[in-house]
């Protein structure tokens, strides 16, 4: 089991940078494949960025392509994503999540969640 703890969200204008990281309690970080999630308001849950340090393959949204990177570090049990060039869109709660094996690309795929971190892009 493993339990998630995500941080680094806030205000920003548009155009501007965020950095979230998500700290993961036990000793397998490494074996677990993690993805970051948004919420907006009145919309479902989507995939945002995925990664499997084991499996290997990186999943990314078409609308943070080129945008966001996710990346981890294995030896701090920390997931991060980087978002350059926020947009008013991207506004949401952002959660890590993670599951064993290959990415997953669907909520219903992750069996441990984060309590999320607000992100507020202005225009």
């Known amino acids: 089991q493993v339990q998630l703890v995500e941080s680094g969200g806030g205000l920003v204008q548009a155009g501007g940078s965020l950095r979230l990281s998500c700290a993961a309690s036990g000793r397998t970080f490494g074996s677990y494949a993690m993805g970051w999630f948004r919420q907006a308001p009145g919309k479902e849950r989507e995939i945002v960025a995925a990664?499997?340090?084991?499996?290997?393959?990186?999943y990314y949204a078409d609308s943070v392509k080129g945008r966001f990177t996710i990346s981890r570090d294995n030896a701090k049990n920390t997931l991060y994503l980087q978002m350059n060039s926020l947009k008013p869109g991207d506004t949401a709660v952002y959660y890590c999540?993670?599951?064993?094996?290959?990415?997953?690309?669907?909520?219903?795929?992750?069996?441990?969640w984060g309590q999320g971190t607000q992100v507020t892009v202005s225009s």
């Open positions: 999540a993670a599951r064993r094996g290959a990415v997953g690309t669907t909520p219903g795929e992750y069996a441990y």
């Open positions: 990664n499997s340090y084991i499996r290997g393959g990186t």
